[in-house]
């Protein structure tokens, strides 16, 4: 069973930074995306970084280029979201997704706040 288990959300004024933690465990395709999708409160889920093992594309949603970076620990079956730059718009439930041929897989999702 795949299960993805993120942490390092909280409660952080404009202009700080989190790091948000997803580790990944219980599958062993090699082909496959795994990100990061936030949900705001009273607004769909969206896109927020990924990347695609099989070229390693990286993609980035408009609303965060130049201030969140994705990096990725194989060793570990870790992704990371390093967020910088924080603003209240950034404010939501940050979850971990994982797709591939085999089906979509979601962590709990953890909350990020940005106080103005």
């Known amino acids: 069973e795949v299960q993805l288990v993120e942490s390092g959300g909280g409660l952080v004024q404009a202009g700080g930074s989190l790091r948000l933690s997803c580790t990944a465990s219980g599958f062993n395709f090699n082909d496959y995306a795994i990100g990061w999708f936030r949900q705001a409160p009273g607004k769909e889920r969206e896109g927020v970084s990924c990347i695609r093992t099989r070229d390693g594309d990286t993609y980035y949603a408009d609303s965060v280029k130049g201030r969140f970076t994705f990096s990725s620990d194989s060793a570990r079956n870790t992704v990371y979201l390093q967020m910088n730059n924080l603003k209240p718009e950034d404010t939501g439930v940050y979850y971990c997704?994982?797709?591939?041929?085999?089906?979509?897989?979601w962590g709990q999702g953890t909350q990020v706040t940005v106080s103005s």
């Open positions: 997704h994982l797709t591939s041929s085999m089906g979509r897989y």
